[in-house]
């Protein structure tokens, strides 16, 4: 990733990690960031959203999560309404706090997209990623999810 | 008080809705909710409410434009944005566009009551 190094990873680790605080008051643990490539875990579950970089930087940051996790994490929220619809909102909501939060560390030029969301398959990143992309897997109670990093700096 | 929510998340929006039902807040009562700024915009002329919650990042129209817009035709509403852009230059920029306030995705119940009595105090 050009012009990305192990610092900026870091910044969307501690996003990831602060939004999992704030909702369920427990630490997440978060497994090491590595590179996509190579025989890696399945970094894909069941619900995918993506938000796509513009400006001094482009590529896409993606957050994937099974739906039981997604769920759960509505339960705590309190929300009575939890269909697939509510999910797709959850999962864009998760991409778009993690992706908006890193603007800390990268500044306004840092363009943000609203969020895509959708069903996934289990390879579904490894087709649409680039093999130098970041993998940070997060565990909660028992459900996994993951944040990939795949972006570039442009200027 | 009348109160619009603007934010693209039907997570969000009726996440700030149920936190209405808190008594610190009962003198604010929920007018409607827009999914956008040009949504937003149109339920502003409707209804005329005197306070707002406004996301940034939205589709048609963002929460940055909805704000400079709203305030041109409402001098007085009080917008109090909500928005995981956490850099400070967003921050600036909505305050000069006319918002009364700022709170940082993501927040918790209590960070939003304290944002909402923060405004009406003022």
Redesign the interface.
């Known amino acids: 990733m050009k012009g990305i190094n192990e610092k900026d990873i870091y910044t969307f680790v501690d996003a990831v990690s602060a939004f999992f605080f704030q909702v369920t008051e427990e630490k997440v643990e978060i497994k090491t960031a590595y590179l996509l490539e190579g025989d890696v875990p399945s970094a894909t579950f069941d619900l995918t959203s993506y938000i796509t970089l513009s400006g001094d930087f482009s590529g896409r940051i993606y957050f994937s999560a099974p739906r039981s996790m997604l769920t759960h994490l509505l339960l705590l929220m309190g929300e009575q309404i939890r269909d697939n619809d509510r999910l797709l909102d959850t999962a864009g909501e998760i991409a778009n706090t993690i992706s908006g939060n890193a603007r800390r560390h990268f500044g306004e030029t840092m363009e943000i997209s609203v969020p895509t969301t959708q069903a996934t398959d289990p390879d579904w990143l490894k087709t649409v990623v680039s093999p130098q992309s970041y993998v940070i897997l997060v565990k909660w109670k028992q459900y996994r999810a993951s944040v990939v990093v795949d972006i570039q700096r442009t200027a | 008080m009348k109160l619009l929510i603007v934010d ?5 929006r ?2 700030v809705a ?1 936190i209405l039902s808190d008594p610190r807040l009962n003198n604010i009562q929920l007018l409607g909710m827009a999914r956008n700024g040009k949504e937003a915009l149109m339920l502003c002329m409707q209804h005329m409410p005197e306070l707002v919650t406004m996301d940034i ?3 048609e129209m963002d929460g940055i434009e909805c704000t400079e817009k709203m305030i041109e035709i409402f001098p007085d509403c009080n917008i109090l944005v909500i ?5 400070k ?2 921050a600036l920029k909505a305050l000069k566009k006319g918002a009364r306030g700022f709170l ?5 119940d209590e960070d939003l009551i304290a944002a909402f009595l923060e405004l009406i105090s003022s």
């Open positions: 693209d998340s039907a997570l969000i009726s996440r149920r990042t939205m589709p928005s995981a852009l956490s850099d230059a967003t940082y995705k993501p927040f918790s």
